[in-house]
């Protein structure tokens, strides 16, 4: 195996091996641009060292020869005594993992050649001191394991001698006093002389490098960033140049465009008479790119010239390091620079204006997440405001508003104009309406994927969730956090985005793009809005899937249509029985006769029959999916414990309530042990008469209602819980035999979220229109888990082991669910060709699922409304 690359023998098609740093290296000297003679060290050796816990066979005889030969293009050697050779030992992953792992500069610094170095630069002792007391600091630290801060209490404690509070004011003898100072604390702490050998330091720095794959921080930032902990880290060799020898040296970073704005022109920080170090520490203060144009005009033509070469090669914005050494301009480190969400899509666009990139590119240069961020209104916080807490980002945004800790209350002030920020430990679906009225939800307990998080993200509702610190006192009306009382009705600000928490009203910049989606900015007006509208228009024309709604009311229904949305994919019913409509509920359920049921009924049929007009007006000339009910019954009815101790401490009063009484009975008796896998769904169509009946007949008459006032309706029904085509039967030939006296035509079809109807699918398919895949409880039924319960218990854990890289809930999971749904749609359109098949489960807006169900070949998704246009633009992203 071949374990070392001269610079000029590699490049990015080597990326894996050479990591990010050492292929971009190779690419720049292929390029001609002046960079330090150098080679890398594969990850391939990197990942034995660390299997091993030896360096592989071969490695140091082959480091020998690439040493000869950087030795030869420097012209130096490495422990030349008269002109030595100084390198850097520098860490550099297939993904960047900034400042995560470890470099070593000035190796090959000794107590032999420090004078050499002083002579190389005109007889500078100081600086030859200087560099010699940063590499012991630095190979004290990262190779041996000294803590840093004895280092930095060596040097305050010199500055203070010195009387000075500046590094400038120690001169050659303080520092070389430092020197021996610092080598003592080295022998301190690791029983040995600071090594004097070059190619020990070199050999032993490399070493600390590939360990340092493995430190805590950076283990940390790959699981946060989903990279494989098994890559292992390149490590790059190269010369050392200085940018601290004097007003004609200096050292700066680049980008060839804003980074945060995406405009054109070039932009970074320039620090005269400094290490590469020093800017990133920001122990200075560096000055704009521009004045190095003053500083030094043929520098800074060469620089600019070769930052249009860098664009023009990665046909990408660039970030680099540089460093001038005495005039000389050379390059430490270019990449494809990141930025922000609103750059990536402005960059994208202005990269097809110059015919750099096609449009079918531009679309693989930004992603739903961008879009997503994009859309959230944002906090401005150049008034500094008081954080008081971190939770969880769980659904991004702004949100301010009264602090309110009982969903009730939050609708009513909600209703009178104020807005709330619903406050609770967690919440549950006796919440709902209260989470429905308040700008944002804030809970001390609960992750990514509890019930607060899951509802407010459906819903495009600002959440942070888990915010530990927070101690909620619902009865008391207040919380406390770090020693301050937050009473209801004082305001706070929370953001989504971040999980931060601030007291007070912290104003509230709103997203454009969504004012353009919205119709109230025009794409001309702004840079960054006609870069999306370009490049979402590119996606909807090359995407295959087709992108709906979940809505079940007219508001969302017709933000879903502005936002881009083909039709409905779920209209639940079931938020239709709330509210109001509760007690009619509660009447069918108590029912005893045929005709009190029919009776409660009759009534709920003219409501929902509203509902839905006004559904299928906002959608008008657009299909709409209706789903009949399917939660169990019993969710519409109070708690069992709440409803028996209002029942018995009436009774033990003496005033014994027959109605109470009678719901307490039913309470009792529909109450099951695993309700989500008990009596709902289309069990409940078959086992209440009358109930999907009604239904039924409200979509018919309301499709009739709407074509006589020349709405154009689609109407679909779709069955869910199915698990056998015997009851998807039994449910069709029902609603034909309402729909057909009145005229009425609609898809009919089924939800697959049971995997018995996954695997039977080719059955099912006889009585089905189409299919949706309801993603949540396939989920839930595929792995066998619940998905209310789970994460407290055991994802966090599951994460960790690796046995999920992120939650099956919130992105499909390919190899099980994901099989199912590939069985489904072979085995359905096997039976019928036509079979029209889409997903409305929470996966239909995640940027992953929806590539996957583009290969699987659906025909459309639907998500939330406020995730449509991410929707749209995935699924142009899948289709090029
Ligand atoms: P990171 O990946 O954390 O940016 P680098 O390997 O780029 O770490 O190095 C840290 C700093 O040292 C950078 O500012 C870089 O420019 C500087 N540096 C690295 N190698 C050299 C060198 N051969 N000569 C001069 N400065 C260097
Ligand atoms: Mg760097
Ligand atoms: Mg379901």
Redesign the pocket.
Known sequence: TKYVYDFAEGGMELKDLLGG?GGNLAEMVRLGLPV?P?FTVTTDACRAYLRTGDEPFGLADEIGLHLERLERQAGRRLGDTADPLL??V???AKFSM??M?E?I?NVGLTDATVAGLAGQTGGDARFAWDSYRRLIQMYGRTVCDVPGDRFDAALDAAKAAKGTTDDLGLDAADLRALVGTYKDIFRAHTGRDFPQDPREQLDRSIRAVFQSWNAERAVLYRRQEHIPADLGTAV?V??????NLGANSG?GVAFTRDPATGEPGVYGDYLANA???D??AGIRNTVPLQALEELDKPAYDELMAIMAKLEEHYRDLCDI?F?IERGKL?M??TRVGKRTAAAAFVIAAQLVDDGVIDMDEALTRVTGAQLGQLMFPAFDLSGDPERIATGIAASPGAAVGAVVFDARRAARLAAGGTAVILVRRETNPDDLPGMIAAQGILTSRGGKTSHAAVVARGMGKTCVCGAEDLDVNVDARRFTVAGRVVSEGDVVSIDGTTGRVYLGAVPVQPSPVVRYFEGTLSPGADPLVAAVDRILGHADKVRRLAVRANADTFDDAARARRFGAQGIGLCRTEHMFLGERRPLVERLILARTDENRDAALAELLPLQRADFERLFQAMHGLPVTIRLIDPPLHEFLPPLDELSVKVALAESRGEPDGHDRALLDAVQRMHEENPMLGLRGVRLGLVVPGLFAMQIRAVAEATLACRARGVAVHPEIMVPLVGAVQELEAVREEALRLLGPLGVRARIGTMIEVPRAALTAGEIARAADFFSFGTNDLTQMGWGFSRDDVEGAFFARYLELGIFGVSPFESIDRDGVGRLVRIAVEEGRRTRPDLHIGVCGEHGGDPASIHFFHEAGLDYVSCSPFRVPVARLEAGRSAV
């Open positions: 740093k330090p150098g390198v850097s520098r860490s550099g900034p400042g792992m470099t500069l790059n190269v010369a050392m140049v200085f940018g050292t290490q590469g170090e800017v990133v390091e460093t050379w430490l480190q």
